[in-house]
């Protein structure tokens, strides 16, 4: 007669693995590890002010002036996918990070680290499409280098910028600044950029192609400053590795608040939908290349959306969420149904290598 | 793990004896085996699980089920909000 | 998207749960087995908007988190051998072993690769033929059928460097030891719909007979829930006993026959330890004798680590309903996802993960959005 085990209380489980002592991927995905790698290595070897606030940029003064400065390196893998390449996602992306600050982006260094036997055309297809996105954006490519690495240790082409620009006036975006009641503004619809690079990768096809959406949002953040007072936009972000998710969560613990989504206001194209649920993934954790949030003063709301509307990258500009007293440091959601929810941080990586 | 996901199966071809669909969820379209539902035809709709369909949608079952629901739908908005029963219990903050 | 979002319409849920509303008079304790539901209940907040006279406790239907410890070293043991590409499904690469993980193992310089069908794990094997291909075959019934078809696949092709290591466990004996146990609270069951669309639900209808529980097939969409839900409290309200099938979209009560024919042709049964629970008897499925060289236990003859698990994690009461997440003192403190002392806050369908992903805080939204 089998005997089946019986339960006294008897607890079970194994040992915790406990911290990583080595890297691992997910420290590289945006989400909790990576913010854990920057608290406990960098920030302490580093520590000053500009650094401190965490945001996509830095801003320095430097002979009157407000000078910002970014650095971002570009690892995306494939090197090349259906609305852009490693090369014109390394432009938007650098100008983005120095967007987020309201920051007019002037020039841009470009270092190469290129793996032995790269084929030299496809080294120009991404040199083409870098100078396209920079000449259309507006910046110069000012200085460069190039490094070779033996076969098998870099998969093809990766891509270091550093990205300067001025501020104009005494604009001050952070991070840290969201206050309770002021909307929570997102540019269009997410998941873009991850799912389009996914689809290349697993060998997804889609009845329209998804498209990256990589683009250049300095002009889009232009329009969204003018005609609204200083101070009522108080900070912008693009959801790049992590998404959506990483975006709010790292504001409303920079600024001490909780956030509040509204599930049915987040848009998401049917196609990204649809590899969302065959893969399993959730679109608020897949990257996006050319949208952004804008945490906003209630008053001046209508006016940004106003704005961003008339902007080819803001069509479907959409008041996603609100900040909270309450939940400081946490981000939920208001699902179809009326419950809330957790959006949490994304501890590991969806999708590995995406920007 | 038991991520299963219905889509419509929009070609058939037969990959060196091995039934395979191209299945449409959404706007996207992946491939699946059909080996263990040899029954299904272009048009039907099938559960895909790790690559595999491992069944077809009982489409009238699925009308059913609907139908029902929306039966059920239609009463209660038509006995309305007042009749709270008495017995019921409700849970934590509610929204209505 | 079709046969998704009609249900998930939130009209027809509130309907439903109005009238679970109307028919519930006293507590009553549920359980869904499927990891998956677990996933939308909590998601969703269904807890939040239920009566609280219904109890829903989740089960131990996550693969992931009963894997045995020992199963995870052999397949870290595998996985580290340099002649060999480990390939798996995404969720078993941060599940604890004895002393490290598959993540871990990738991370000093193992070949773990990460793959969303086992047909992948063949084309692999086809493009490497001078390295042994390992595929971590984890999974309930459901998946199952797709591990043989793989293996027969791998036989037709005559690949030498394929072989499957499989890890498969079947929900009808768990439940069983859950009803067997003097400590058992729960008195109404949602039985796996996927599991259920392989192997049909006639071994429920003994499980439903012999113990005098209701038992639902239930589907995996929030109304498939509620709907199964609303059934059960009818039945425990009225005494009755029976299995129903919810989620006759998909599931008959045969099954699958093609499926269950390509199950038995691979494998059979066998005395299987759950993690965190124990040994439970023909709970498992293991590859036949004819199928040897397809086993990566047997071409790799590793040994039994024997490892015993330990310590504070609670996930054996947590898998059988008797103890919720927020229960265990570990909790969101020492147990996260980021270092998770027990599967069930690893895997994506855990209890544990999926509380501390979604449910964590009470959360009270001061805030209203325009």
Redesign the interface.
Known sequence: MSKFPEFDGVLTCPVSVGVSERILLGHGSGGRLSAELIQSVFLPAFDNTALNHLNDQAIVDFAGKQLAITTDTFVVKPLFFPGGDIGSLAVHGTINDLAMGGVQPLYLSVAFILEEGLEIDALRRVVTSLQRAAEEAGVQVVTGDTKVVEKGHGDGLFINTTGIGIVPGRLHLSADQATPGDRVILSGPIGDHGIAILAQREGLSFETTIQSDSAALHTLVRAMLQGVPSGAIRCMRDPTRGGLSSTANEIAAQSKVGIVLQEEKIPVREEVRGACELLGLDPLYVANEGKLVAVVDPAAAEAVLKAMRAHPLGREACIIGTVTESNRGTVVMRTAFGTMRIVDMLPGDQLPRIC | ????????IVSIEDAAG?RQARV???????EA?L????EAQIGD?V??????A??R???D??K???AD??Q??R???EVGADE??E???????S?Q | MRYIDEFRDPRLAKSLIADIVRHVTRPWVLMEICGGQTHTLVRYGFDELLPRYIELVHGPGCPVCVTPLDRVDKAIAIASRPDVIFVSYGDMLRVPGSKSDLFQVKAAGGDVRVVYSPCEAVKIAEANPDRQIVFFGVGFETTAPAHALTVLQAHRLGLLNFSLLASHVLVPPAIETLLQSPRNRVQGFIAPGHVCTIVGYKEYEQLAARHHVPIVVGGFEPTDLLEAIRELILQLETGRAEVVNQYARSVSRAGNLAAQQAIELVFERCDRRWRGIGFIPKSGMRIRAEFAQYDAERVFGIEESGAEEASECIAADVLMGLKKPMDCPAFGSVCVPESPLGAPMVSSEGACAAYYRYRRHETQASGEVH
């Open positions: 793990m038991c991520l299963a996901i219905p889509g419509k091995l449409q969820f959404g706007g996207i379209i992946r085996s080996e263990l539902v040899p709709y559960l895909v699980h790790v690559g595999f491992i069944s949608i009982d489409e079952e699925a059913q089920t609907l629901l929306e059920m739908a009463l209660t908005e709270m029963p017995h019921s219990v409700q849970n934590g903050p929204r």
